[in-house]
């Protein structure tokens, strides 16, 4: 039987005081420096070494390879016009093609795809490492496109108008130099910008600072600026709304003033110029119809009334900015339930939340000035994620639906037809890329360090020991959800087929229970995270389910950090750790790339009491010469412009001065995202999968 640790209730080390080592690896952050590529070279040398020599390597490289470049992959495809969009990679396309094609061929066993853009051709005629970012088209025909594109699949981008028709790039056109801009149409004529305008245009965290008009054939130097933010601000933006009501089309101008990672204002262009919406900064505006909806983060007193944290509420936008204050609730939020998204349609608002993980939604319209509500059936057996199929033109909804077992599909539910959402054809299915037979899916709760239960999924072979090979993968973050599980093949071939037990956790700082789930676990309440990890690996090893001895974890950025965390903390607990673009000096994580952004979610190092709570948890700075870790796989992008490739490299030579056992790996391109083509992810994959397997068999 396998036994907890005794030291599970330790509590966790306190904080690094301000004096703190000096960082002997500052040299590991030049990107580019002659010195840091050369070890990044030696380190990925020793990698491909150790972990190519294994016999597993090559088959699970070409069976991954074989997974991403699936001509069986769906083609998930966008709407605009008549015609549905995709970006599609395979063996004949490494970089991709930007296709379309009509519903009827669409739909068919066979689509006949008309290509707008071969990425590979592009990037071979320009001699560039052209990697694809997205198109941004122009209503109502969709003729022209903003296409974004980045070297090597950074943050940073270019942007080139397209002509669809014509098939070429608009020479003289709404074109961008690299830089982390933000563009987006307002008619033929023009759009809004925000860019790299040089020395002073950007704010701390690297994103632009000034808002401006800019008209076709005219200087970018010379556009109209129509707001700026604060340099401390992360970044401002500006677009166009659509929507419709009784038959009319009603567009918004809209400029957001992105304060801090969660904090927003909002300001819309009215005849009387820009008018800023008077909203608790960390709400969420969408609109629909003639409405204004408001998805709240936490409480807001507007008189008498209390409207709660995570409730959706509703009023008509020109009463709103008459001064009115009449809401109406939408969506009203208890304990563990909380809203997962709204999908506006023409017509309709499909308000899809979750009760204790289990999915519901209503469907609500406008009859005579009042909210009407149907309650949709979904389908249990799955998770159902609601997309507006085209909503210029009806209210019918694409249907995403999957599970950890059950191949994606795709339905397509049409409004006007009477038929019961439930029952929406399956347009589009992943066949089966692997062996589920015997293989489970079971839910259980971990209880946290404070009582607080803990949601995770367990899958694996029926009758697995706690001597099987057990991955248990974590982010808590950002309010962003892992739960419930979706199909990912990647891992079904190299993890689950192979006999792996695989535990995906929800954790707080994740979105699964809403805005307080989130909040329960940032700055000073971040410990909780890595708490909440710590408790579901425990529950594992108390459940038989798995033991320390063949535990590993597994997590990547926000991720990355948890599992750096967690592995400094309670080193005992697993035999493996893989960790993917992540942070980890969090001394000074502010003042690389985009650091400064997050600030909100992790706290100030330059404050004396923020990093004595980040100074408790930070991997880098809470680093042992005297500890026993388990051995570890590191690995980052070069051109990741988001998450400093520093924090893997100085963590990566901190260990190897301490003598841990380590692995490093840093692909050359790639973005945040770790890789560029389907190649790369399935080197990265096989790496990440061959080493677990070792170390955890």
């Keep these: 039987m396998s036994r907890i640790p005794s030291s599970l209730s330790d509590h966790p080390p306190k904080a690094v005081g301000q ?17 840091a590529r050369e070890w990044v070279e030696d380190r990925n040398d020793e990698t491909l070494k150790h972990l190519k020599a294994s016999p597993d390597f090559e088959p699970l490289f070409d069976r991954l390879l074989s997974i991403y470049q699936s001509r069986d992959r769906i083609a998930v495809a966008t709407v605009r016009g008549p015609w549905l969009y995709n970006f599609w990679q395979d063996r004949e396309h490494l970089r991709g093609i930007w296709r379309r094609t009509t519903l009827e061929s669409y739909t068919s066993a066979d689509p006949q795809w008309h290509t707008l853009l071969d990425l590979d051709l592009l990037a071979k005629s320009e001699n560039e490492n052209w990697v694809w970012g997205g198109a941004t088209m122009l209503y109502p025909d969709y003729r022209l496109a903003l296409l974004t594109l980045s070297r090597g699949g950074g943050d940073a981008a270019v942007v080139r108008e397209y002509d669809c028709e014509q098939r070429t790039f608009v020479s003289d056109g709404f074109n961008l130099t690299e830089a982390k801009s933000d563009i987006a149409w307002i008619d033929q004529d023009q759009v809004f910008v925000a860019t790299d305008l040089g020395p002073g245009s950007l704010t701390r965290s690297g994103y632009p600072r000034v808002v401006k008009r800019w008209r076709r054939n005219t200087a970018l130097v010379a556009a109209n600026e129509e707001m700026n933010g604060e340099v401390e601000d992360v970044g401002m933006s500006a677009h166009c709304s659509r929507d419709w009501h009784e038959g009319r089309l009603i567009e918004r101008e809209w400029v957001i003033r992105n304060i801090t990672f969660h904090e927003k204002a909002y300001f819309v262009r009215d005849e009387r110029g820009w008018q800023a919406l008077d909203i608790p900064k960390d709400a969420r505006l969408q609109t629909f119809a003639d409405q204004l909806l408001v998805v709240l983060k936490s409480d807001w007193q507007i008189g008498p009334t209390t409207w709660p944290q995570g409730a959706v509420i509703a009023i008509a936008f020109d009463a709103f900015l008459r001064g009115e204050r009449g809401f109406e609730v939408l969506f009203t939020p208890a304990s563990r339930k909380a809203l997962s998204g709204l999908c506006t349609t023409r017509g309709a608002l499909f308000v899809s939340y979750a009760e204790d993980l289990a999915e519901h939604c209503e469907r609500l319209t406008r009859v005579a000035d009042k909210w009407v509500s149907d309650l949709i059936e979904l389908d249990s057996s799955c998770s159902n994620d609601l997309h507006p199929f085209n909503a210029d033109q009806n209210d019918d909804v694409w249907v995403f639906q999957s599970g950890p077992l059950l191949p994606t599909r795709i339905a397509l539910w049409r409004a006007g037809e009477g038929q019961a959402l439930l029952e929406a054809p399956v347009l589009k299915s992943l066949p089966a890329l692997f062996d589920t037979v015997g293989v489970t899916a079971l839910r259980f709760n971990a209880t946290s360090k404070d009582g607080t239960l803990i949601p995770y999924v367990w899958v694996g072979k029926e009758g ?199 692995l490093y790996f840093e692909n050359t391109e790639g973005g945040h995202a770790g890789a560029a083509n389907a190649r790369q992810k399935a080197l990265l994959d096989a790496l990440a999968y061959t080493f677990l397997w070792q170390k955890l068999l």
């Design 19 to 35: 004096g703190d080592l000096p960082d002997e690896n500052l040299w590991l952050e030049e990107i580019d420096g002659k010195l």
């Design 464 to 662: 697995a020991s706690d001597d099987t090979p057990t991955l248990l993968y974590g982010y808590g973050g950002f309010e962003i959800p892992m739960l419930p599980l979706a199909y990912t093949p990647s891992v079904g071939a190299a993890w689950i087929e192979r006999g792996g037990n695989y535990v995906v956790a929800a954790l707080r700082g994740g979105g699964e229970f809403g805005p307080a789930w989130h909040l329960d676990a940032v700055r000073e309440e971040k410990q909780r995270s890595y708490d909440d990890f710590i408790a579901v690996a425990a529950d594992l090893i108390e459940r038989e389910l798995a033991s320390p001895s063949h535990l590993g974890i597994q997590g990547g950025s926000n991720g990355g950090l948890l599992v750096g965390a967690v592995m400094v903390q309670r080193p005992e607990l697993f035999s493996a750790v893989v960790c993917q673009v992540p942070l980890l000096d969090m001394r000074r994580y502010h003042l690389l790339l985009a650091g400064a952004s997050w600030v909100a979610e992790y706290g100030d190092p330059e404050v004396a009491a923020d990093w004595s709570f980040i100074g408790a948890y930070s991997p880098y700075q809470r680093l042992s010469a005297d500890a026993h870790y388990p051995p570890m796989l590191i690995s980052t992008s070069t051109r990741d412009d988001r998450v400093h490739p520093g924090h893997a490299r100085k963590m990566t030579a901190r260990m190897r001065t301490h003598g841990h056992d380590v």
